[in-house]
């Protein structure tokens, strides 16, 4: 089995980009920002907003977090992230999810103005990238085709296997497939046998959120597979959608959990924070 | 063959709609008002447009077509349209396609207010409609759920294939149908063999925009297919993308060409300026 790792794409993307701020900068008299929001105490969200703040830090960016209660108004958190939207020296603005229960999905996806949404949620921008003019790039699906991308895999012309329809991953990342020119097969918890379907997958993508789902029945042999699943057991330790066991000797290629689609997806908020700032000014 | 003519639905849905209209005048003081933009002299685009108009009037609506010479700039049109996004009094406002090359469908596609989007066309509309929170129905796509409706056919837990993957059907159509629980597989003009995925659907939506592409070979017996194409012969008679010949002795059940998706599309036009209206005052 192959392994796609995601760390000699990060390492050669944060490398250019950092060069690219250097010279952004200059031009802007300061360096491209994020600003997070951060609410309530969960410890996942407050390690990837970490991570996310870090990342910037090492490409040259500025960035803030900022703190609320889990409690907080939904009024509160609004007036804030409307004093971001028309800060000028704000370039992007990640509301970190899963949001507490008083603040809606439906709602918070429309609060953050479309020029700042790098982490492309708003319903303009998952729009945009639906009828092919994409402002930004959705952060999962667009770190999976930069990862894909650099290991030299084709999608064009392949049949693909999405497991999962969700907002964030599944239906932005089918829409990506479709454009590079792949044939789509898309199945979900209500597929009757999605494993029948799934073997058809020249490529496999599978964000269904359910531990050791995939298992080796679901693939032929050759097949790429790209686990967007991610599971702390009690212990700490981290696997995917992937059951890696059952699938050891299968001549494929296979991105790992930890260090596959995780940290591409920052990537991907990072280029599109710059992608931000590079369009003021 | 058992063919699902649009008829029976559009009268019933039409009786239906003009008895809200009816009770909604008298909470708005008005009928339901829908624009229509139509630019150039397309014969085509001319027809929808009456038939749009036709369609609005039986169902008590008021509507008004605003009429443009094909080398129209931009600018004027974008003018027009911004008085009828403040217009209090207008409920919907369609812009018909095609347009003419100085407009570009990237833009024109943010030029109308979201709310009064009844063709579904906005980008943050069709965000909704992925996110799961549709604002409108988009037309074609809506109208084929409603016709499926209609005569009982189950898309949940179903194979279904849709080929093509157009911003205004083939996307929205296989969004609507995996949140219909539908299992997907979408296949377009680069597809190497479509014929032996789309065989493997239960139900079968072609809109690729290909004169009798689906032939015998591309079903299984038993299955249901939609026909969105519409193609006119030089002699004026009108088919759709399904070779219906070959499939004449096949048991199954076919949309007619005339007469199956289009009338339908037209209905959902309607609901969605009722809907429009009704959140109005």
């Known amino acids: 089995m192959i392994l796609l790792s995601a760390k000699p794409v990060v390492q050669k993307r944060r490398a250019e980009l950092l060069a690219k701020t250097d010279a952004i900068k200059k031009r802007l008299g300061r360096a ?36 609320f209660p889990k409690d907080i108004s939904a009024n509160a958190v609004l007036k804030r992230v409307r004093e971001l939207n028309s800060e000028k020296k704000v370039d992007g603005i990640l509301i970190q999810r899963p949001l507490p229960p008083q603040l809606r ?53 392949k049949t693909v296997c999405v497991i999962g329809r969700s907002a964030i991953v599944g239906k932005p990342l089918a829409s990506l497939l479709l454009s590079r020119n792949a044939s789509l097969i898309q199945v979900h918890r209500s597929t009757p046998d999605a494993a029948s ?56 290629a296979l991105t790992p959990v930890p260090g596959g689609v995780g940290p591409m997806t920052i990537q991907v908020l990072l280029e599109n924070t710059f992608t931000a700032a590079s369009r003021q000014g």
């Not at 105490?41 to 977090?65: C, I, L, W």
């Not at 967007?228 to 059951?243: N, W, Y």
Request: aromatic fraction near 4%; hydrophobic fraction near 40%.
């Open 32 to 67: 491209p920002h994020l600003s997070v929001i951060l609410i309530g105490d969960d410890p996942a969200s407050q390690v990837y907003v970490d991570r996310k703040a870090n990342a910037a830090m090492k490409v040259g960016f500025t960035s803030e977090t900022i703190r």
């Open 105 to 157: 999905e439906k709602d918070v996806s429309l609060w953050v103005d479309p020029a700042k949404d790098v982490d492309c949620l708003h319903p303009e921008n998952i729009g945009l990238l639906v009828t092919g003019n994409p402002r930004f790039m959705p952060c999962t699906p667009g770190g999976i085709l930069l990862l894909l991308d650099h290991y030299g895999i084709t999608i064009e012309g």
């Open 197 to 252: 379907l799934c073997k058809l997958g020249d490529l496999v993508f599978v964000a269904a959120g359910s531990k050791g789902l995939l298992k080796r029945n679901w693939l032929k042999p050759g097949s790429v597979v790209v686990d967007v699943g991610i599971h702390r057991d009690g212990a700490g330790k981290i696997t995917g959608d992937v059951d890696t066991e059952s699938i050891a000797d299968l001549p494929m």
